[in-house]
């Protein structure tokens, strides 16, 4: 009976393995955390970061940007970064990397009276397994308060493939008034060609506190420089209404 146990238990820890090793094959790269810090009170600058752990490395890293609502653009020294010296403690998430940039760079958030509490509003957020959204098949959402609707969908444009990869995309986006009015817009720098990132797809979309801009904020799949899966990276696109 005691040679049936310990082959049992010594059976369930190599499935288990088995498990974590094939969940780390499917998933070899390493994913970015999102953080919504907010708006300036006039809706012309917007904050966000971004946080993980390297996947070769296994270095805390972080990201902070400042973007230019008006002009869909980085303010002057509105993109930093951070990468610790050393791998994390097992059961980090980068947190402290993100903590630490910030931190060290309170002077931005206070040069354009960034607030972290006013994050906008929220107009649509996609749950994890929520696909793509092609021009065939744009997702649409409503302004519950106003009573306006809109649709949205990502138009991605990639060519070449393994280290030659490069892609661009904008999105085609309408406003529908209460009143059946409609109005379109394109958001998003098509001319810009981003390496090795293979997909696009659409996680948030929100109106700065006066209602004048739109911010949408895009997960991006990109190809591992290790050529072992992806990493998932996040950047905005903004547009004035």
């Given at each position: 009976m005691a040679k049936r146990k310990t082959f049992c238990?010594?059976?369930?820890?190599?499935?288990l393995l088995s498990m974590v090793l094939g969940l780390f094959s499917l998933h070899a790269g390493d994913s970015?955390?999102?953080?919504?810090l907010g708006f300036s009170p006039?809706?012309?600058?917007?904050?966000?970061?971004?946080?993980?752990i390297q996947a070769?490395?296994?270095?805390?890293?972080a990201e902070l940007f400042a973007v230019d609502v008006a002009r869909n653009n980085f303010v002057v020294g509105g993109r930093l970064s951070y990468i610790h010296?050393?791998?994390?403690?097992?059961?980090?998430d980068g947190a402290g990397a993100f903590y630490r940039l910030i931190s060290r760079n309170t002077s931005l958030a206070e040069n354009y009276g960034v607030n972290f509490l006013t994050q906008g509003h929220l107009l649509y957020v996609a749950l994890d397994n929520d696909a793509l959204a092609p021009a065939d098949n744009p997702i649409e959402f409503r302004d519950f308060n106003s009573g306006t609707s809109y649709r949205a969908a990502l138009v991605p444009q990639i060519t070449g493939s393994g280290s030659s990869l490069r892609s661009s995309f904008y999105i085609d986006f309408e406003r529908i008034s209460k009143n059946g009015s409609r109005k379109s817009y394109v958001a998003g720098s098509p001319q810009i060609k981003r390496p090795l990132v293979a997909e696009y797809r659409i996680c948030k979309v929100m109106l700065d506190?006066?209602?004048?801009?739109v911010v949408?904020?895009?997960?991006q799949k990109i190809q591992s420089e290790a050529g072992s899966g992806y990493d998932i990276r996040y950047m905005v696109e903004a547009l004035s209404l």
């Open positions: 238990k010594k059976y369930i820890c190599m499935v970015a955390t999102f953080v919504d006039d809706g012309t600058v917007y904050m966000f970061a971004q946080y993980g070769a490395t296994l270095r805390p890293w010296d050393t791998a994390a403690v097992p059961g980090q506190p006066r209602q004048g801009s949408f904020v895009i997960e």
